[in-house]
Protein backbone atom coordinates (compact mmCIF):
# COMPACT_ATOMS: atom_id res chain seq x y z
CA UNK A 1 0.00 0.00 0.00
CA UNK A 2 1.39 3.94 -0.76
CA UNK A 3 1.59 6.36 1.69
CA UNK A 4 -0.78 8.61 2.25
CA UNK A 5 1.43 11.86 1.66
CA UNK A 6 3.08 10.49 -1.10
CA UNK A 7 0.45 9.85 -3.21
CA UNK A 8 -1.09 13.43 -2.12
CA UNK A 9 2.28 14.91 -2.77
CA UNK A 10 2.33 13.33 -6.32
CA UNK A 11 -1.77 14.23 -7.25
CA UNK A 12 -0.94 17.96 -6.34
CA UNK A 13 1.97 17.58 -8.46
CA UNK A 14 0.13 16.96 -11.27
CA UNK A 15 -2.91 19.10 -10.82
CA UNK A 16 -0.10 21.95 -10.58
CA UNK A 17 1.44 21.05 -13.54
CA UNK A 18 -2.03 20.56 -15.16
CA UNK A 19 -2.78 24.60 -13.78
CA UNK A 20 0.04 25.72 -15.67
CA UNK A 21 0.10 28.75 -13.74
CA UNK A 22 -3.78 29.71 -13.59
CA UNK A 23 -4.48 31.81 -11.40
CA UNK A 24 -8.28 30.57 -11.25
CA UNK A 25 -7.26 26.93 -11.15
CA UNK A 26 -4.77 27.56 -8.29
CA UNK A 27 -6.98 28.87 -6.05
CA UNK A 28 -10.00 26.22 -7.20
CA UNK A 29 -7.15 23.75 -5.66
CA UNK A 30 -6.12 25.67 -2.79
CA UNK A 31 -10.03 25.80 -2.31
CA UNK A 32 -10.24 22.27 -2.04
CA UNK A 33 -7.49 21.24 -0.07
CA UNK A 34 -8.85 23.85 2.41
CA UNK A 35 -12.18 21.96 2.61
CA UNK A 36 -10.65 18.38 2.97
CA UNK A 37 -8.48 20.00 5.79
CA UNK A 38 -11.61 20.90 7.16
CA UNK A 39 -13.29 18.18 6.75
CA UNK A 40 -10.53 15.72 8.82
CA UNK A 41 -10.25 18.46 11.12
CA UNK A 42 -14.05 18.03 11.82
CA UNK A 43 -14.01 14.44 11.45
CA UNK A 44 -10.42 13.91 13.88
CA UNK A 45 -11.76 16.29 16.66
CA UNK A 46 -15.45 15.04 16.50
CA UNK A 47 -16.95 17.68 15.91
CA UNK A 48 -15.53 19.80 19.32
CA UNK A 49 -15.06 23.74 18.36
CA UNK A 50 -12.45 24.10 20.89
CA UNK A 51 -10.32 20.56 19.85
CA UNK A 52 -10.76 22.26 16.39
CA UNK A 53 -9.74 25.58 17.01
CA UNK A 54 -6.61 24.52 19.08
CA UNK A 55 -5.80 21.87 16.21
CA UNK A 56 -6.48 25.47 13.31
CA UNK A 57 -4.10 27.11 15.50
CA UNK A 58 -1.53 24.66 14.72
CA UNK A 59 -2.38 23.85 11.51
CA UNK A 60 -1.94 28.00 10.57
CA UNK A 61 1.63 28.00 12.32
CA UNK A 62 2.54 24.98 10.27
CA UNK A 63 1.54 26.20 7.07
CA UNK A 64 3.44 30.10 7.99
CA UNK A 65 6.31 28.07 8.26
CA UNK A 66 5.73 25.91 5.65
CA UNK A 67 4.64 28.67 3.09
CA UNK A 68 8.20 30.77 3.95
CA UNK A 69 10.21 27.82 3.07
CA UNK A 70 8.65 27.31 0.10
CA UNK A 71 7.87 31.23 -1.10
CA UNK A 72 11.76 31.25 -0.75
CA UNK A 73 12.12 28.54 -3.05
CA UNK A 74 9.35 29.82 -5.80
CA UNK A 75 11.06 32.82 -5.44
CA UNK A 76 14.15 31.88 -6.53
CA UNK A 77 12.93 29.63 -9.00
CA UNK A 78 10.62 32.58 -10.51
CA UNK A 79 13.01 35.72 -9.80
CA UNK A 80 10.65 37.22 -7.85
CA UNK A 81 12.16 39.09 -4.53
CA UNK A 82 10.43 38.33 -0.87
Excluded at 49 to 62: F, P, Q, R, V
Excluded at 70 to 78: C, I, S, Y
Amino acid sequence: MTDFSTELAKLVAAEMRAANGDPEKIADMTERLIASLAFTIAIGTRGNNAKASELLEGCIAHLTETLTAHGNVAAALFGARP
